[in-house]
């Protein structure tokens, strides 16, 4: 993630804001046209073959216009819940985060459909064209949000209470049933359309706690807690500040906690327990 920092401060002024709303107003005019134009929505598609032997190259943007479902009343719902995690998502991370999330996403689809062109020499790629759409997309942007927030809790079709983490689960099986049944083209556009989650949920996982030396540093921390709490010093106190040498004798309203950062049983009064330098 410090990379991401670096980009962020030099180029997060160029990132664009409100992105949900006009990843929505593409889905709407993709229907427009659906519903207008249907034969010459073919032409949409992100066809490699096309793009490569006749120039059709409207089709690297074009197909982000092909919406990820067709319209019916439960479509229009799933657009406005979209919008709404959508918005929230973009709103926690930022403008930037949020447009390398998605347009690394695009991206990548992009990446894998010409791969996929590259190495089988699909020449009847129109056929599978429609597997590269919006629909991964769009489940990016709801796993995105399970990810940042697991615990909140939704109503599924305004009447099951469930939290994002279970619903985000059960669109994971459904993904990994599809991919392992489907054909390589499936498989392709599911591994590459959604490589910005697979890299975003790794990147901010905390290995650091699966580290040998830090589990035992908190081991060893949980020990010099317990010990901590049966010692008792000359004077009769329990508690006894490393810096000030003050206890609760000395101050009854004083409160004490042990530093899990210091290497040994080292014990701070409130003043000191953020400013103290850690023994190592």
């Not at 160029?14 to 929505?24: D, W």
């Not at 073919?42 to 490569?52: A, C, F, K, N, S």
């Not at 067709?70 to 719902?77: A, K, M, N, R, Y």
């Not at 429609?130 to 949000?145: A, D, H, P, V």
Request: charged letters at 15%; hydrophobic letters at 45%; proline letters at 3%.
């Amino acid at each position: 993630m410090n990379f991401l920092n670096k980009l962020e401060r030099k180029f997060g002024k160029y990132a664009i804001p409100h992105l949900t709303r006009y990843i929505i107003i593409t889905y709407v005019i993709g229907y427009l046209l659906r519903y207008a134009f249907p034969a010459q929505t073919l032409y949409l598609t992100l066809d490699p073959y096309q793009i490569v032997f006749h120039g059709q190259i409207w089709r690297l943007v074009s197909w982000l216009l092909i919406p990820p479902s067709s319209l019916d009343i439960f479509t229009v719902v799933m657009l406005f819940f979209y919008y709404s995690i959508g918005s929230t998502l973009e709103q926690a991370w930022g403008d930037f985060r949020y447009n390398v999330y998605i347009f690394f996403g695009i991206f990548m689809t992009i990446v894998g459909a010409f791969l996929l062109f590259l190495f089988t020499g699909l020449s009847y790629f129109g056929l599978y064209a429609l597997s590269f759409s919006t629909y991964y997309i769009s489940l990016s942007i709801f796993l995105g949000f399970a990810m940042s927030f697991p615990d909140m809790q939704v109503m599924l079709y305004f009447l099951i209470p469930i939290k994002m983490k279970y619903m985000a689960l059960v669109y994971a099986v459904i993904v990994a049933a599809d991919f392992f049944r489907g054909n390589l083209v499936t498989k392709v556009a599911i591994a590459f359309s959604l490589a910005s989650v697979t890299i975003f949920f790794f990147a901010t996982r905390n290995y650091k706690r699966y580290n040998p030396r830090e589990r035992k540093r908190k081991n060893d921390f949980r020990k010099a807690m317990s010990r901590g709490s049966a010692q008792q010093y000359s004077n009769g106190a329990k508690h006894k500040c490393t810096v000030c040498g003050r206890t609760e004798l000395d101050s009854p309203e004083l409160e004490f906690r042990y530093c899990s950062k210091c290497n040994g049983n080292y014990e701070y009064c409130q003043d000191h327990l953020f400013t103290h330098q850690h023994i190592r």
